[in-house]
């Protein structure tokens, strides 16, 4: 993959970690252990609260669906839009179809691109250009984009599978106190092989409203920070209708240097089975 476009993705370099320059955002406290819970505060149970996000967004009623259909755009501004930005465009208005707990998912674009078609089916990308035949292969900025956005879209799931977790403290952004609940692989210590991920749960809402993250992908000494807002309820879930990616978790989510808006959103009971690449 396209070195730059790896650092430009989800908005690359925040912070140098203390650990062989390795990025760490493992809030002070929590001991590294092979334990899968464990907590800073014996009132504060990290997995409680990661499982009470998830049903406060209509988790029950999730889980019954299979795939989503949504309209979205996504615009790039300033200079990683310029360095790398993954998408053909530093602004792209898609119609996205994916298979939801799958890495699995089609684009199909809008506009100046109109009729492209990027894909990816497990770690297989593959690009339908109008009037052409299907190239499977080759283009990991597809992949790489299109599981990315897919993995954030789905968080308050798939974090429910993370095997490491624990209770962060609480920390002050922007006047809001957010309990923290920090979550990764293996037995929390800082690796180059695994991400970490501080999930920010909004004391009213019950929501995971911000999120800090590596990406060890992108040299492995970044992180950034995703905010999530204008929730709607749609189909009975809960969906954010913007994802805003900063430099860091107390920055203006305004001052983005990635922005997804989603336009339109549907959940479907059954998956389609064109999602799935046959070759």
Not at 46 to 64: P, Q
Not at 184 to 193: K, R, V, Y
Not at 194 to 210: C, F, M, V
Request: charged share 25%.
């Amino acid at each position: 993959m396209n070195g730059k476009m790896k650092v430009a993705l989800l908005g690359a370099a925040l912070s140098v970690g203390t650990t062989a320059c390795l990025a760490n955002i493992r809030p002070e406290g929590i001991r590294s252990t092979a334990a899968s819970s464990q907590t800073m505060q014996p009132e504060k149970d990290g997995k409680e609260l990661l499982k009470k996000a998830f049903s406060v967004v209509g988790g029950d009623t999730y889980r019954n669906y299979q795939s989503v259909s949504i309209h979205m755009t996504d615009e790039w501004v300033g200079l990683f839009a310029r360095a790398g930005n993954p998408w053909p465009m530093t602004f792209v208005d898609v119609d996205w179809e994916l298979e939801l707990g799958k890495i699995r998912s089609r684009a199909t674009f809008r506009g100046e691109k109109e009729g492209l078609v990027w894909g990816v089916d497990g770690k297989v990308p593959y690009e339908i250009v109008p009037g052409q035949e299907r190239e499977v292969g080759g283009n990991e900025d597809i992949r790489f984009i299109l599981s990315a956005i897919q993995y954030f879209f789905e968080f308050p799931s798939v974090v429910q599978t993370h095997p490491f977790v624990a209770y962060g403290g609480t920390e002050n952004v922007r006047g809001i106190e957010y309990d923290r609940v920090y979550t990764t692989w293996g037995n929390g210590e800082t690796t180059a092989d695994w991400d970490q991920y501080l999930s920010y749960i909004h004391p009213k809402t019950g929501r995971i409203e911000k999120l800090r993250f590596t990406v060890r992908d992108a040299g492995r000494i970044f992180d950034s920070a995703m905010h999530f807002s204008d929730y709607r309820q749609v189909d009975g879930v809960w969906v954010p209708h913007k994802m805003e990616v900063t430099w860091s978790i107390d920055d203006d989510p305004n001052d983005f240097l990635h922005q997804i808006l989603v336009k339109q959103v549907r959940f479907h009971k059954k998956a389609s089975g064109e999602l799935a690449l046959r070759r």
